[in-house]
């Protein structure tokens, strides 16, 4: 019957993935600017990536993807050939000490290194309360850093770009930065309770609406007749922009979760969809932005657009064969040797996986029609513009 009793294998998490906003982010800001960028990279020969096809008339770009991962000591393979006679073995419980492992990599040169080989982005962390704490905006900072100094010193000749998760430790933005999120629709102070405290923005640019370049303070005057110093409001905010009736829409929709594509919901998507507050920058852009370096963020919810995940699992593959061992050195060491162990033209044929994955969603499939496709055409980086038809004739 061809029947095999083993553990299933996991497929693709689903949930959020087609949610409307993912898509709509998928589809306008995340795989235009990857389209664009495709052009400008280098293509691998197919039966031997390490041969590269014809190269970009204009300089490379070289993308680098960033993640994290987390090693357990007690990681080990649960399924193995067994003799008749085995007999149980006693184990440690529990996972065991862990180690978080954040590191870049790209098709191009595999984990970041320095060209002699010496420095390295990668950090090794010890996540947990009485440990080193955890991961924050600061660390994934300081990390951004000392890759643009190894890719500054040694691969000036090409244009570097770095793709991160869509999480909020990497999207942070500076504690004052300018944000509609938890803005009060009308004068602060003046609510329900009437003891609100002052909102805390004080000025924004207009200048995209093709009006002067002049200051709007979002703040009344210390010398208001009515509100003195206080917080105007999304309201009367939109109002001095010349959004009258925008500033009659409603607060905001049910927790923020409004229409697909709509600016014209409520007061709050209206002002959090305006350029000046559009175009602030995480913490994290605006580092690398001062050093020429652009930044991209996936999707939420699509971990198989990063490649850098299948280099986990090859690594994490490779880690379950050592010996077993509760040590955190052993961890460590045992860690790092089967991170290496991974070969750049494996990972080649991971980061064409990602891009068929991106190209099938780029002609219109969804998570499910994508990981058939991304199956069905194994050896190629795009897929046939007759995806969707051959994926509707399969599935009928």
């Known amino acids: 019957m061809g029947y095999r009793w083993k553990k299933t294998s ?3 998490y689903v949930d959020g993935h087609e949610r409307d906003d993912v898509v709509w982010y998928q589809q306008t800001e995340f795989i235009p600017t990857m389209t664009a960028l495709e052009h400008h990279t280098r293509a691998w020969i197919l039966t031997h990536l390490d041969e590269l096809g014809p190269l970009p008339h204009q300089q490379i770009v070289v993308i680098w993807f960033h993640d994290e991962s987390t090693f357990y000591a007690h990681d080990r393979r649960e399924l193995i050939w067994c003799a008749p006679d085995l007999k149980a073995v006693p184990k440690p419980k ?14 191009d040169y595999g984990w970041l290194r320095s060209r002699d080989g010496i420095r390295s982005a990668r950090v090794v962390f010890k996540a947990g309360k009485a440990r080193e704490g955890f991961f924050t905006n600061e660390n994934i900072v300081t990390q951004a850093k000392v890759e643009m100094d190894i890719l500054e010193a040694d691969y000036t000749d090409e244009k570097h770009v770095f793709v991160y998760d869509n999480a909020t430790t990497h999207r942070k933005r500076e504690d004052d930065a300018l944000s509609a999120r938890h803005m009060p629709l009308n004068p602060s102070g003046f609510g329900k309770n009437g003891n609100s405290p002052n909102f805390g923005v004080y000025k924004n640019a207009i200048g995209p609406d093709g009006r002067t370049n002049t200051i709007q303070s979002l703040y ?8 003195p110093g206080r917080f105007k409001g999304m309201a009367q905010i939109l109002i001095e922009r010349g959004y ?27 002002l959090y969809s305006q350029p000046d507050f559009v175009n602030e920058k995480s913490i994290l852009e605006k580092v ?7 930044v991209i963020f996936l999707p939420k919810f699509h971990p198989e657009l990063n490649f850098i995940e299948q280099c986990w699992g090859a690594a994490k593959r490779v880690y379950r064969m050592y010996p077993p061992s509760s040590k955190e050195e052993d961890l460590e060491n045992n860690v790092t040797s089967a991170l290496d162990s991974v070969d750049v033209k494996v990972m080649r044929h991971f980061a064409r996986r990602a891009w068929k994955f991106l190209d099938g969603y780029r002609q219109g499939l969804d998570g499910k029609q994508a990981a058939w496709a991304a199956k069905k055409y194994r050896g190629h980086r795009c897929l046939p513009d007759s995806i969707l038809e051959q994926y509707g004739q399969w599935n009928s």
């Open 244 to 270: 009258g009736e925008e500033a009659k829409l409603p607060r905001e929709c049910p927790s923020f979760k409004c229409p697909p594509g709509s600016d014209r919901c409520c007061c709050r998507r209206f």
């Open 10 to 12: 996991k497929g693709q």
């Open 220 to 227: 009344f005057s210390a010398d208001h007749g009515k509100y």
């Open 94 to 107: 529990g996972e065991g000490v862990t180690i978080m492992i954040a590191d870049f990599v790209s098709a």
């Open 288 to 294: 690398c932005n001062m050093r020429g370096f652009d």
